[in-house]
């Protein structure tokens, strides 16, 4: 591959050495520390220090099981400035071409701690945060001491540093933030270091690569450009060339330290060569995060104490830490041996132009757009979850993986590029063009999103974009291109801050088209929560009918009336299942959210001026309906009473179905009450088959309060499920003994009190009903 040819042109980490004469170094409460570092200087240095705590996600922890060491703070320790200077800046600048940072630029070395590790003290493998936005790595200089053991073992995909300590000289050992970094137990003696953030100063950038492999690179990518992806699945007929390149970085970036000038190491040279590109083939180019996610089968099972689980390490949101930590039961040595990669998916966000101009666009990765000169496998991830076997599937990983990316494309398709990451930026632009008078360019635009537009808008829930589309839609005089612009929106989009909309839809385009489009979005709302669907009948139909109906529009009428016959049509199937569906218990819950679109069916109908429509609602609201209760009925005229002033209640002609509810509990109230003696429960049972026919009969018989019944299994079941979701009150347990075994039904004492109670409830909704007859 000709990016992996364009050489590193540092390293990872370095380690460089320097006679520590210009370090005058002072600890408070210890003083003047002298070199090399003797036993009784560094316990004096322990009993002044604290134990270190380490970073994991947003929390900072102690736990020496993680991190065994002693931290003084930099607000303890005194360097000379004047002094440090002439060893220090000199040892950036090697280090700075050690890492293969341009010649541009420049390193800063910003204090943060120092550090005593103690024998038997040691730090797990980790990573170090990004704590400022310039932040590009790590620097810890060792002081001279006598010890053994703790070794700092510095490790960044297959390669590794291991750096010891000096009795003479500091040590100064640079690395890359993301690198993985431990420091081994110390087995004698003492290791005393000093820690600094390293930071970059200018905006110097790499200089790529060779003329030569520039040229190259340059006809690869434009072939790429040029070249129809191959079929990705038998009929696949998508064979147009790629969108985009999105190259994956080799090194991790958090949000904060991502720019092109602190690309590091191999990266920035590589960067900098396809800007080059992207110069000649006049293409777009940006910088953006890369969240991967991998699904891959596994070769064994994790361990039992406690499996793989789910891991943590260093993330985008770990960024006020000073190290993160991998997780507490650290089973890396046991990862099971990946095996074949089942499906990845690459979503694309935070993005920065070469001008450091930062965009927040999210955009997922097609395959066929994906190059890397190192597979996400080969980096540790930030979250990791196991799924053992399970029947015919399982004994997978996925794998989770902040990365980050270049992308480029060519300047010719930046419209449909960013209009598949955001439906909404499309729209806007489409906007601006019409607005400049450029009418055939817009339609243009309009029509190149049409490919993608169901599924790029269909993810944007900004109302923003609906009203902007409508308005659109209704400018192009293009009915098949306006039609599939709306198409992936739903009804309860229709508010009553963009209903005005449908009107000007209606009058470019006729009522036909309008109810073919609403009968989609209708189809759409299928997708959606029903509250959703219900929320929108209830408070938006009758000011869309009063727009629509405006001026006495024929059109307009004509589309109202079907948009109700569509509407009421919908509320009765729906009370329908819920009558067949739903528990006794729950019925008159479920059917009461039916109350307030009813209410504004039968405004709207008025708005309409459908006579017939509004009769046949009555006529639905004054029958007896097997059941649907009157108390659901009396529900709807409260909410009626509740939000109308009373010129507006008498208007939506309900005094017919006051009426009915009156009589109806009237005749209720005038039935003689439950006699003692009388066990007989009349709550329906809808099933028909024979053994709810036994049922039903059991619980008609006043005089009967005990039934066994033997049956078996199923039928028990069946029976079971009868009372449970009738909510009879009737006790029903099998009785395990012979065989078939005996089903023992006996009612309750709650037969007389809910009787009781609900003599009591006709009373005041008659008591109510007489209150307000005069206000319907």
């Known amino acids: ?214 040229e190259a690179l340059t006809r690869r990518v434009r072939d790429f450009f040029e070249t129809p992806r191959p079929a990705r699945w038998s009929g696949d007929r998508r064979r147009e060339p790629p969108d985009r390149l999105v190259y994956l970085l080799d090194h991790q970036y958090t949000q904060r330290g991502l720019a092109w000038n602190r690309l590091k190491n191999a990266d920035a040279a590589r960067a900098a060569a396809l800007r080059e590109v992207a110069r000649q083939l006049d293409c777009e180019i940006f910088l953006a995060l890369a969240d991967v996610h991998e699904t891959w089968t596994c070769e064994e099972e994790y361990p039992d104490h406690g499996g793989y689980g789910r891991r943590s390490g260093w993330g985008y949101d770990d960024e006020d830490e000073d190290e993160d930590e991998p997780d507490d039961d650290d089973e890396s040595s046991e990862m099971p041996e990946l095996t074949e990669l089942i499906d990845s998916d690459i979503e694309l966000r935070h993005w920065i132009g070469t001008g450091g101009r930062r965009e927040a666009i999210a955009a997922g990765v097609d395959a066929g757009e994906l190059c890397y000169t190192k597979p996400s496998s080969e980096f540790e991830p930030f979250e990791s979850e196991h799924e053992g076997y399970m029947g015919n599937w399982g004994n997978t990983v996925d794998h989770w993986y902040h990365r980050a990316a270049v992308v480029l494309w060519p300047r010719e398709r930046t419209f449909v590029i960013r209009a598949k990451a955001s439906a909404r930026w499309a729209i806007g632009e489409v906007t601006k063009t019409f607005k400049a008078g450029n009418t055939a360019e817009a339609l243009q635009m309009a029509q190149r999103l049409l490919p993608f537009w169901t599924q790029t808008a269909g993810r944007e829930v900004a109302r923003a974009l609906f009203d902007g589309t409508l308005k659109i839609a209704a400018k192009l005089d293009n009915p098949k291109v306006a039609a599939a ?84 049509a919908w509320t009765l199937e729906q009370s329908r299942e819920v009558r067949k569906h739903a528990s006794a218990k729950e019925m008159p819950k479920e059917l009461a959210k039916l109350c307030k679109p009813m209410l504004s069916l039968i405004e709207s109908s008025l708005i309409a001026k459908q006579p017939d429509l509004h009769g046949d609602m009555i006529e639905f609201l004054t029958t007896d309906v097997a059941d649907y209760p009157v108390r659901v009925k009396i529900q709807l005229l409260r909410t009626a009473h509740e939000s109308d002033r009373s010129d507006a209640l008498r208007s939506l002609g309900l005094k017919p179905v006051h009426a009915h509810c009156a009589q109806d509990l009237s005749t209720r109230l005038n039935t003689p009450a439950r006699a003692d003696d009388d066990w007989s429960i009349t709550t329906p049972v809808r099933c028909s088959c024979e053994l709810c026919a036994t049922l039903t009969r059991f619980l008609h018989a006043p005089d009967k309060v005990r039934f066994e019944w033997p049956l078996a299994q199923a039928q028990r079941a069946h029976v079971h499920g009868i009372v449970d979701s009738r909510d009879l009150p009737v006790t029903h347990q099998t009785r395990r003994t012979g065989r078939p075994y005996t089903l023992v039904l006996e009612k309750t004492g709650s037969v007389y009190e809910r009787d009781r109670a609900e003599r009591k409830f006709w009373q005041g909704e008659v008591a109510w009903l007489t209150k307000t007859a005069a206000d319907f």
């Open 485 to 568: 612009l709306l198409q992936p929106f739903t009804l309860t989009r229709l508010a009553s801050n963009v209903a005005p909309r449908l009107v000007d839809l209606l009058d470019r385009y006729g009522p036909q088209w309008c109810e073919t489009l609403l009968k989609q979005w209708a189809s759409e709302n299928m997708h959606e929560p029903l509250d959703a669907r219900i929320a929108w009948l209830g408070s938006e139909l009758p000011n869309l009918c009063r727009l629509l109906c405006a001026k006495g529009s024929p059109d307009g009428q004509e589309l109202a009336r079907w948009i109700l016959a569509k509407q009421w």
């Open 1 to 214: 591959m000709l990016l992996a040819q364009i050489g590193a042109p540092g390293a990872f980490a370095t380690r460089r050495t320097a006679a520590p004469g210009d370090l005058n170094l002072e600890v408070n409460g210890v003083g003047r520390i002298r070199f090399p570092i003797t036993a009784t200087t560094a316990r004096r240095l322990s009993e002044v220090a604290r134990p270190a705590r380490h970073g994991f996600k947003d929390q900072t922890r102690l736990d020496t099981r993680i991190r065994d060491t002693w931290e003084i703070p930099k607000s303890r320790i005194s360097i000379d400035p004047l002094r440090w200077k002439k060893t220090l800046v000199p040892q950036l600048d090697r280090i700075r071409r050690d890492l293969g940072l341009p010649e541009g630029c420049r390193l800063k070395a910003e204090l943060h701690n120092m550090l005593v590790y103690a024998p038997g003290q040691f730090f797990v493998t980790h990573q170090d945060s990004e704590n400022t936005d310039a932040m590009v790595g790590t620097l810890v200089v060792s002081l001279p001491s006598q010890f053994t053991g703790g070794a700092m073992v510095i490790e960044h995909h297959d390669e590794k540093l291991l750096v010891g300590g000096s009795g003479r000289n500091l040590t100064f050992v640079a690395f890359y933030a993301d690198c993985h970094h431990e420091v081994r137990p110390i087995k004698q003696g003492y290791r005393v270091v000093l820690t600094y953030n390293l930071i970059i100063e200018g905006d110097a950038i790499s200089a790529g690569a060779p003329a030569d492999r520039i």
